[in-house]
């Protein structure tokens, strides 16, 4: 069996993400995407071309294989890697390596302990703000000098493919008196990336700038599922809660750093001058070109965004600098998100509620169909990839249909 990697795959030999596979005959265990194709690493263990405890590849989740750090989880790659460019040994006669994608069953790729959110896109803040505050002073005053964010809830994180039924909530419709209880009627995405944390730290401990890249482990694609009337009404004073916790979708495989590596940008300037702790050195923004699909019962998939997430403000450094300043401690497959990812136009926005602007505007899509938020039976699939000199690294998708209330 000869295996070829489609010239515009996402999962090129420079990517080699890391995920939870599973087939009828193989329970859930540590896979690496190549291609169309899922490498089987218990399988090349048994071919002698790699060597780690197999008890580690055996897991239903990534967290122990991360937890031995990086210098374990790159040598894998990196062995893999030259195994697939040499010209004695690759993708030919290891036929039970490889598994097609199409006929595995992928797995959350870790169990999150804790997830936070953050709100670090400036356009989406300052989108958010003209709307729902005043268009004068779109941005709160702290949102300058430090990444907002909120903690999330970890349990109802899903993998790409796990259907959503839509919440149910309380809101308070324009105009009336009293709230009512019922489905959210303004379902929305939101277009984020995530990173998983790699290395823990103790209670007490701070992670700083220059050692915050230690900490990362890999991203992977985030949609934000959120209802927007559920949210309006109940965020004051202490932020999302239920209008944020029915779910979030990430995609299936984990991209290392090391893979993102030559994507890497100057993000945008920030100013006023940040503290001292959050002070950035080297170069922290990745160009990784992002696109929402909205897909209606048999009907087409639309592009209803295509943003980027070099247009964040505050960085993942910053983003972990922050987080723990406190003392506060991390785990391994702890889980941070992004916040929405806007671009500078509207067609760069990463929310319904943006792309609408709150419902004041309708999208026009394929087949004469028009929304304003989610409608029950649509799918939304978030898409990412990095490119340079014809180098691609790409995260595949999160994808998932909106299912009626239960
Ligand atoms: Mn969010």
């Not at 987080?323 to 671009?343: E, F, L, P, Q, Y």
């Not at 309708?362 to 304003?372: A, C, F, M, S």
Request: glycine residues 8%.
């Amino acid at each position: 069996m000869q295996i070829e990697i489609p010239s515009n795959s996402d999962f090129s030999e420079h990517n080699l993400p890391f995920g939870i596979f599973s087939t009828e005959g193989i329970k859930p265990r540590v896979g690496m995407a190549i291609g169309d194709h899922v490498i089987d690493l218990l399988e090349l263990l048994r071919a002698g071309i790699i060597d780690i405890d197999p008890e580690l590849l055996k897991q239903s989740t990534l967290n122990n294989l991360i937890a031995q750090g990086k210098q374990v989880t790159n040598k894998l790659r990196t062995k893999v890697q030259a195994w697939i460019k040499s010209d004695s040994s690759p993708l030919g006669n290891q036929s039970k390596v490889f598994i097609k994608q199409s006929e595995v069953t992928m797995h959350m790729p870790v169990q999150v302990g804790d997830y936070t959110d953050f709100y670090s896109s400036i356009e989406h803040a300052t989108n958010v703000g003209t709307m729902f505050r005043d268009p004068e002073n779109a941005l709160m005053p702290n949102w300058k000098h430090l990444p907002v964010g909120y903690h999330g809830r970890a349990s109802s994180i899903v993998v790409s493919g796990h259907d959503i039924h839509r919440p149910k909530g309380q809101t308070k419709p324009k105009g009336a008196d009293a709230p009512v209880y019922g489905p959210s009627r303004r379902l929305d995405f939101e277009l984020e990336m995530a990173f998983i944390i790699g290395k823990p730290t103790e209670l007490g401990q701070s992670i700083t700038m220059e050692n915050a890249h230690e900490h990362i482990f890999g991203m992977v694609l985030f949609n934000d599922w959120s209802a927007r009337d559920i949210q309006k009404w109940e965020y004051v004073p202490l932020g999302p809660f239920l209008g944020k916790s029915f779910a979030s979708s990430i995609s299936p495989w984990v991209v290392t750093m090391e893979a993102l590596e030559p994507f890497k940008v100057q993000g945008p300037i920030q100013e006023p001058e940040v503290l001292e702790y959050l002070e950035q050195k080297v170069l922290a923004n990745y160009d990784i070109s992002l696109e929402v699909g909205l897909t209606p019962q048999d009907g087409a998939y639309n592009v209803i965004s295509n943003s980027n997430y070099k247009y964040m403000y505050w960085n993942m450094h910053q983003q972990l600098a922050h987080h723990t300043v406190n003392g506060c401690n991390v785990k391994v497959g702890d889980m941070m998100a992004s916040g929405t990812i806007s671009g500078k136009d509207e067609t760069s926005y990463g929310s319904m509620l943006e792309l609408s602007w709150a419902g004041s505007k309708t999208l026009e899509l394929n087949d004469g169909v028009k929304r304003k938020f989610i409608e029950d039976h649509d799918t939304i699939t978030l898409k990412g990839a990095a490119e340079k000199d014809g180098v691609r690294v790409g995260f595949g998708e999160v994808s998932a249909k909106i299912l009626p209330s239960l």
